[in-house]
């Protein structure tokens, strides 16, 4: 059965740390694995990551898939408490499949 | 702004009503998705539509009846459902379904079934 597990659950950090979010998958059939966050409504699109090695970077956020040890992690740099929310990691197969996700608190 | 609209955005509804809730997008996706989203859980896939033909049905119950009638349109027809059925119920498109890439969601409509 296909598996997309990711950690922490959850974290509390303070504004200005630095996060590291995991995801891992057990997929078979694997096309890419998409980074998504949601706050209170729908989950906006952050990063999909098909290569293996290669960094995507978008302003403090950053992401990188290894496909040999089939994980992804979701890098965040001086955290702001706008970058509170759920970080749901999602692999792609006919449909994304996703993750519990990561609930981050960044406090002032 | 989400390029894919949904209505309603809240819908309460008793165990025996008939109700629709609908989802709109203009971006040429010939995918579409509706997905389930519970309180601190994350969306659960339950139908994928490719090319306005049904593709997937991740073995929903019958009480939740989708419908495409064009490539613009998902609609999800609820008919006697059950509390535990109450959730955010969200729409998504996305290019095509064999290689679906980004999913663009629209923002939900938050389902309560009394």
């Known amino acids: 059965e296909d598996k997309v597990v990711q950690s922490p659950l959850s974290l509390v950090v303070h504004e200005g740390d630095t996060v590291t979010l995991n995801c891992s998958y057990e997929v078979t059939n694997f096309r890419s694995l998409l980074w998504y966050k949601q706050e209170k409504k729908a989950p906006t699109f952050l990063f999909m990551l098909?290569?293996?090695?290669i960094e995507k970077k978008s302003g403090r956020l950053s992401s990188i898939l290894d496909k040999k040890e089939l994980f992804s992690i979701l890098n965040i740099t001086a955290t702001q408490t706008g970058d509170s929310a759920v970080y749901l990691c999602?692999?792609?197969?006919?449909?994304?499949?996703f993750g519990k996700g990561t609930s981050l608190l960044v406090t002032p | 702004d989400t390029e894919v609209t949904q209505t309603p955005k809240h819908l309460v509804m008793g165990m025996t009503n008939k109700k629709s809730l609908k989802c709109e997008q203009h971006m040429g996706h010939r995918a579409m998705y509706w997905y389930k989203q519970k309180a601190k859980k994350p969306p659960e896939l339950m139908f994928v539509?490719?090319?306005?033909?049904?593709?997937i049905n991740e073995s929903v119950p019958s009480r939740f009846s989708p419908e495409c009638p064009n490539s613009s349109l998902l609609n999800l027809h609820l008919h006697a459902l059950q509390p535990e059925d109450s959730a955010l119920y969200l729409c998504?498109?996305?290019?095509?379904?064999?290689?679906?890439?980004?999913?663009?969601f629209g923002e939900g409509s938050r389902l309560t079934v009394l």
């Open positions: 998504a498109s996305s290019h095509r379904d064999r290689d679906t890439g980004e999913l663009f």
């Open positions: 999602a692999v792609e197969k006919g449909a994304l499949n």
């Open positions: 539509y490719s090319y306005e033909k049904l593709s």
């Open positions: 098909t290569s293996s090695g």
